[in-house]
């Protein structure tokens, strides 16, 4: 659902709620129900889930302080520590913060559904206002400790560890969680979470205390979601956001639009160099890395984007075994490489293979749950989408499933639209063997393109050899009895292209043969150097290819400057990140215009749009006909097998 209007959550009101939020830390009261303590313990850590539910006895409820439990972590952890250890203060202050903006959305949440006034009139409510009272209570103790949960990850899940799997492993779940009124909602939630930490085999050090609050917290988040669909009386719930001032966190309805939860994937370690041929990918690659390092985080904006070099969703694609995966580590390394020198936060991310659910809607939230990370302006982010044919297929064609909908429906909102907020951070990248079978509406989104052919020439061949054999030489000297090229120094063509028209010096015109008939017909109108030529072109080819459109000829204009902006950083940014990379973002801003307008003398602009056209058109072409050659193909060889059949049969005969 689009949320159409914003309320600000101001930090002067959250001032006065954060004595009631501290009053739950000294001390909430909860009796476990009958379901808690006696929960299955199949395929659970017993001892943990015994310890749970016998927390409280079999006499009645007490009292339970997260504030005292910190406080005795401190002494069991640290006993020689004066102050409170910086970690068990975070998670302390962050559960504080967060307690206080779930109040705050609490109140906004009685205010206007209308419970406030319905809770005046408590005593004297009929049937069917107490069934409403009831309802609305339990949609605003849910919101209260969605909100709360969310600000707690906000607040922690950057400070928590890359690995979480062991605290993961032995969390034995939330045996239940109150929804009956915020004041029970609350003291649920905490019971539990002082009932962990006070689990000798759950916080063994300080830094546990942050790890164990974000998965506690996620879980909240997960066994809310899980209820949605019981709850009434949310529409003052997902028609809006609240934001708070001054900061990035903001609820929106039920998704948390800062989701700052996403953990960066373990990748294997590819340099450039070891890639054989993909001159064209190597170089965009590269081109991407070093936009992307040139984000500031102060004022959050890429000076790249206002110079027309930023392509936040691009595309590589060719035949299966050419190196599309070894480009997609490639990319992650270098980008890995220069943010840990810079010390700056990046975040791989790449689609998950589990995406597509067999549930109706269920697509579509794991798709926006993967999307909303990049909107997160403190990282940098690359997003690959490996195989993208698999989740974002032509939507008309034969068989698609609903889920296959569901994530292209939410690919497009976030790519180009009311959800499309993006800093300059992040890139998403389509790797594909058979682009034809994208969706169209997906690759016109596509900004940039290059093509991965893998290796093409002797020296591509020669040094792919050379790649595999000579481990065997380090490992075993001289067994690699063969002789080496005479004339050529292994690995030397495989440098990266100083500029885009070193690889496109020969793209005069279109190799493929509808489009260059097209372009030789506006030709004999008008010359390459007219205006009209291209307006005539792209008539003739929308007449060729009907899903051309005016986006595509944006998607032309933004690879036409993005050659103007086709240059190297000077290595020494690199090495003195003094020099760039920490000015501010006017400073940079202008030591690139002045690279441009260096860039820009000896480019014809005439030249470079002829160019991009005629790779951009090509394209269009080779996906529009790929489709119908495979078909064509496979028809032809199942024809020469069955004849070939049919003669050895004849023979047998």
């Known amino acids: 659902m689009e949320h159409n209007t914003t309320f600000p959550i101001k930090n002067s009101e959250l001032a006065t709620l954060r004595d009631e939020a501290t009053s739950y830390l000294k001390g909430v009261q909860w009796d476990q129900g009958l379901k808690a303590k006696n929960r299955d313990k199949n395929g659970k850590d017993e001892s943990i889930l015994l310890y749970l539910s016998k927390a409280t006895g079999n006499g009645p409820a007490t009292v339970t302080s997260v504030s005292k439990t910190v406080l005795g972590l401190k002494k069991r952890l640290l006993p020689d520590s004066v102050a409170i250890p910086l970690h068990l203060n975070e998670a302390l202050y962050a559960l504080q913060e967060a ?51 969310c ?32 004041l029970k909602g609350i003291s649920c939630v905490l019971f539990y979470y002082d009932t962990y930490l006070n689990h000798p085999e759950i916080i063994t050090k300080d830094k546990d205390v942050i790890d164990f609050t974000v998965v506690y917290f996620e879980a909240i988040i997960a066994e809310i979601q899980l209820r949605l669909r019981s709850l009434e009386y949310t529409e003052v719930i997902t028609d809006r956001t ?26 294997n370690k590819i340099q450039f160099e070891e890639i054989v041929g993909n001159r064209d990918a190597k170089h965009f690659a590269r081109r991407l890395t070093e936009r992307l390092m040139s984000y500031d985080f102060t004022t959050k904006k890429n ?138 509406a997906v690759i016109s989104r596509v900004q940039g393109r290059f093509k991965i052919d893998g290796a093409r020439t002797i020296p591509d061949f020669v040094d792919q050899d ?44 279109p190799s493929e043969e509808r489009v260059l008939e097209i372009y030789e017909e506006s030709e004999d109108k008008f010359k390459e150097t007219e205006h009209l030529f291209y307006a005539e072109l792209y008539k003739n080819i929308q007449k060729e290819f009907p899903f051309f459109s005016s986006r595509d000829i944006r998607n032309i204009q933004s690879a036409v400057s993005l050659r103007l902006t086709d240059f190297d950083l000077p290595g020494e940014w690199f090495e003195h990140p003094d020099k760039y990379f920490k000015q501010d973002y006017d400073t940079k801003f202008t030591m690139l215009q002045e690279l441009m307008q260096a860039n820009m003398k000896g480019l014809n602009f005439s030249d470079i749009r002829r160019q991009e056209v005629v790779r951009y058109l090509d394209n269009v072409a080779t996906i529009a006909d790929t489709d119908f050659k495979r078909k064509v193909d496979q028809r032809v060889h199942e024809m020469n097998v069955q004849m070939e059949a049919r003669k050895q049969f004849e023979e047998e005969d």
């Open 242 to 267: 609240y934001k708070l001032e001054n900061s990035e966190f903001a609820v929106s309805g039920w998704e948390n639009v800062y989701e700052g939860t996403a953990v960066s994937v373990e990748f």
């Open 99 to 149: 307690i206080t903006m779930g109040i705050w959305l609490r109140d906004s949440y009685y205010d206007a559904s209308g419970l406030s006034s319905l809770n005046e009139r408590k005593s004297s409510l009929d049937g069917s206002q107490r069934r409403e009272f009831d309802s609305k209570q339990h949609t605003a103790t849910a919101f209260m400790l969605y909100g709360m949960a």
């Open 466 to 509: 050379y790649l595999w054999w000579r481990k065997l030489e380090k490992t075993m000297p001289g067994f690699v009895n063969m002789k080496d090229p005479s004339d050529y120094k292994y690995l030397s063509e495989q440098g990266l292209a100083k500029n885009l028209g070193e690889i496109l010096k020969a793209t005069e015109k």
């Open 303 to 440: 000076p790249f984007q206002e110079l027309g070099g930023f392509m936040p969703v691009f595309m590589g694609y060719g035949i299966p075994g050419t190196g599309k995966s070894m480009l997609i580590a490639a990319i992650a390394t270098r980008l890995k490489k220069h943010c840990d020198n810079l010390e700056i936060p990046f975040l791989f991310h790449p689609m998950p293979d589990t995406l597509i659910s067999t549930f109706q809607g269920g697509s579509a939230e794991k798709m926006v749950q993967w999307m909303k990370p990049l909107q997160d302006p403190t990282r940098l982010i690359f997003a690959p989408i490996d195989d993208a044919e698999n989740n974002l297929q032509e939507r008309t064609a034969q068989g698609v499933s609903a889920g296959v909908k569901e994530v292209i429906g939410v690919f497009l909102r976030y790519t180009e639209g009311a959800y499309a907020v993006n800093y300059g951070n992040s890139s998403i990248g389509l790797f594909t063997n058979l682009p034809e079978m994208l969706d169209k």
């Open 151 to 182: 600000n707690v990850l906000y607040h922690l899940k950057p400070r928590a560890s890359d690995d979480l799997s062991v605290l993961q492993n032995k969390f034995a779940g939330i045996p239940e969680l109150s929804l009956l009124s915020p």
